[in-house]
């Protein structure tokens, strides 16, 4: 069974980026995530994450054209 919910460096380990740059847009809430149990406790749901990168993507493709049509 896959893994519902991702620690922060789970995330980090998967987008290739810090743990610091994650915390950035979990806080900025540009990525969802939930605080559990003490503090910096923090989980991002795997589907949370996947619709986070499908976003990117979005985002990317809609720059790249706006920049050709330029």
Do not use: H, K, P
């Amino acid at each position: 069974m896959a893994q519902r919910f991702l620690t922060l460096a789970d995330v980090a380990e998967e987008l290739a980026v810090s743990v610091a740059q994650v915390r950035v847009l979990v806080r900025s809430g540009e990525l969802r995530a939930i605080q559990v149990g003490g503090r910096n406790q923090w989980r991002v749901e795997s589907a949370a994450l996947e619709e986070y990168i499908q976003e990117q993507y979005a985002r990317t493709r809609a720059r790249i054209e706006a920049e050709q049509r330029s």
